[in-house]
């Protein structure tokens, strides 16, 4: 049942176009459309309102758009480009001018509660059967139920950043007072209870699957509408928002408390219950853990990486959930991807390298025994910074015959497929040799070909992110060439670790593990209690809710490294002030020998305090423009 809602800004005429693209791609606005009727006055005008409501989605695939990649520990950048989003990651969160302000649409924020006010102009509007007359009863339905869906989303972005938020669900009419537009924030666990209702409401009216696949990919659909409520539900059980004591005197001028003291289990089975029936959803609209297929003349290893790979970068794959068509993954793949052809090392614009992995990312995985590497114990942890030379053996994932450190030796598939390091082989579709021996490689000391070769771009850290680069990349001598493809908003892969999240909250660790062991199977590992078993020093980890806990959140950060969710469930799980107030570091890449370049070396010192930096900071002018808002606890 959605709760006692709030409401917002009116909107007085429509603006002229902001965005401009084609039709499938979701981004179209109306054509300078002078008021709301004709907007309204037919389908082709009022799909393009649809559209408009598309349109405020965020720039997922752009470090720029993206908070989670620069934002936490896991990818970092040389600095001649100040993202907003580094600038949170460094810890220079403020309140006087806010990064990624979403709330008002600055500093690299989009402005959601616009969205949110368009969306509601489109429901009511649409709703109205004396409307947009030549629109038939079955896309009526279908197009209320995207933008119920997507007025979720926003709400949902914005309680993620904000936590209590105010809740539009009308347009303040023209003739409101000024203290009437004065909206107070709802208290978390309504603004749970309204984003839950509004994607019930949704899910009934869309289709499980896009079936005109020529124009409709990136619309969403109902396996769509159960997994974002599925979210919506476990970041709400989750320990930010579930029994937080940090909050505990966090209230609105009234004194009505906007988080609700005490732990509650029920979130968490609430969590349980929506993850399962997302779950079954998706199985039968056929969306599947992805597997890679080819007729290339490939090794079993270099197979086993391409499934682990392409589970990203093949555009609309079988494991995508919902893929933002409007934010196509372009320009990331040119920060990541390195110079790997000799004919085109001169190319540092086409393969830019300025987003790279961080050592503390490529320590998340685990070894060839799938445990961490610091519980191995048949791994050479203390020694893990010493160097050893490859042998054939090697081949498909080091260069024969090549010294590096024992770091990158006896690793998980999962870092062969999202990492690339000094010595590190990169199989693309256009290998030199059509296969994956002889293939592309880096080298990435001082003086070897994929070492710094400009003031700008390069890797700062001596390390590349793979997984966010399509194996059809090619790089010429003063251009390239790539595979678009949808950002990944939402996949299987983190709806089955959503679910045995859940599962082992509510004391379910046996079925948890059984979700976890479908995961770990794809990525070419033995289950959880086998490895553990056998290999860990800490033998029975897996057990206890707490050790099993430890096993999900690792686990989550090696399959869906470098997605942008890490940022995310740092918050919810309260581990950001430890995690994020640690050194980041890379490898010493201004050295010529394999001894000085495998020292560590320090990248920048993070600042994050708790429990401020949880949560955004309101610009200090919106408290004062809305007398009715409270700051957020410690800005």
Not at 233 to 257: E, H, I, M, R
Request: one cysteine or more.
């Amino acid at each position: 049942m959605i709760m006692k809602t709030y409401r917002i800004c009116v909107l007085l005429l429509l603006c002229a176009s902001l965005f401009s693209a084609c039709k499938n791609y979701l981004d179209i606005v109306p054509d300078n459309v002078a008021t709301i009727d004709n907007a309204f006055s037919n389908r082709k005008e009022a799909e393009k309102y649809l559209y408009t409501c598309y349109s405020y989605l965020p720039w997922h695939n752009t470090a720029s758009g993206n908070v989670g990649f620069l934002g936490a520990d896991e990818l970092w950048t040389p600095g001649y480009d100040s993202f907003s989003t580094w600038e949170i990651g460094r810890g220079n969160q403020n309140v006087n001018e806010p990064y990624m302000n979403f709330w008002e649409g600055r500093n690299g924020g989009r402005e959601f509660y616009k969205a949110i006010r368009d969306c509601n102009i489109f429901l009511e509007n649409v709703s109205d059967v004396s409307k947009v007359n030549d629109l038939g009863i079955g896309t009526r339905k279908r197009w209320l139920s995207e933008v119920m869906f997507l007025k979720a989303y926003y709400h949902f972005y914005l309680f993620k950043m904000y936590g209590p938020i105010v809740i539009a669900d009308k347009n303040v009419p023209v003739t409101a007072s000024a203290d009437a537009v004065k909206q107070k924030r709802a208290p978390v666990d309504e603004v749970v209870s309204y984003i839950a209702g509004l994607l019930d409401s949704a899910a009934a009216g869309l289709p499980e699957v896009v079936t005109d696949r020529t124009t409709e990919l990136g619309r969403v659909t109902k396996p769509a509408a159960l997994t974002l409520k599925a979210k919506v539900l476990l970041t709400a059980a989750s320990p930010l928002f579930n029994g937080n004591p940090d909050y505990v005197n966090f209230k609105d001028k009234d004194g009505v408390q906007l988080f609700y003291p005490q732990y509650s289990e029920e979130k968490w089975q609430s969590a349980v219950q929506a993850c399962k029936e997302a779950i079954d959803l998706c199985t039968r609209a056929g969306i599947r853990l992805y597997e890679f297929s080819t007729f290339f003349k490939l090794s079993d290893t270099t197979k086993q990486q391409m499934t682990i790979r392409n589970s990203i970068g093949e555009k609309w794959n079988q494991e995508l959930i919902w893929g933002l068509s409007a934010r196509a993954a372009n320009e990331i793949q040119v920060d990541c991807m390195a110079r790997i052809d000799p004919a085109n090392l001169a190319n540092m614009w086409s393969a830019r390298e300025r987003i790279t992995p961080t050592l503390q990312a490529a320590g998340f995985f685990y070894t060839d025994k799938g445990v961490p590497i610091n519980e191995d114990r048949t791994w050479k942890y203390a020694t893990r910074y010493s160097l050893r030379t490859a042998v054939s053996a090697d081949r498909f994932n080091i260069i024969d015959g090549y010294e590096t450190a024992e770091f990158n030796f006896n690793r998980e598939p999962r870092y062969y497929a999202d990492i690339a390091f000094d010595g590190a082989v990169w199989y693309m579709e256009n290998s030199r040799s059509s296969t994956d021996v002889d293939t592309w490689t880096v080298r990435a000391k001082k003086g070897q070909p994929q070492s710094q070769l400009g003031a700008y771009n390069y890797s700062v850290t001596g390390l590349w992110a793979k997984k966010l680069v399509n194996w059809k990349f090619v790089l010429r001598e003063s251009s390239h060439s790539l595979e678009q493809y949808p950002w990944p908003e939402m996949r299987l892969g983190d709806l089955y670790l959503m679910y045995a999240e859940a599962l082992n909250e509510v004391g379910r660790g046996d079925d948890a593990i059984e979700w976890l062991d479908l995961i770990r199977a794809r990525a070419g590992l033995a289950g959880v209690k086998e490895s553990w078993t056998n290999y860990s020093v800490n033998r029975n980890k897996f057990s206890t809710k707490q050790g099993l806990r430890s096993i999900i959140q690792q686990e989550r950060s090696i399959e869906l490294a470098f997605e942008g969710q890490r940022f995310w469930d740092l918050r919810r799980w309260k581990t950001a002030d430890v995690v994020l107030n640690q050194s980041i570091q890379g490898w010493t890449i201004s050295q010529e020998g394999a001894v000085g370049y495998y020292r560590p070396r320090l990248l920048y010192s993070q600042r994050f305090i708790a429990p401020r930096d949880y949560l955004w900071p309101l610009r200090q002018d919106e408290l004062i423009v809305n007398t009715n808002l409270v700051q957020n606890p410690g800005w």
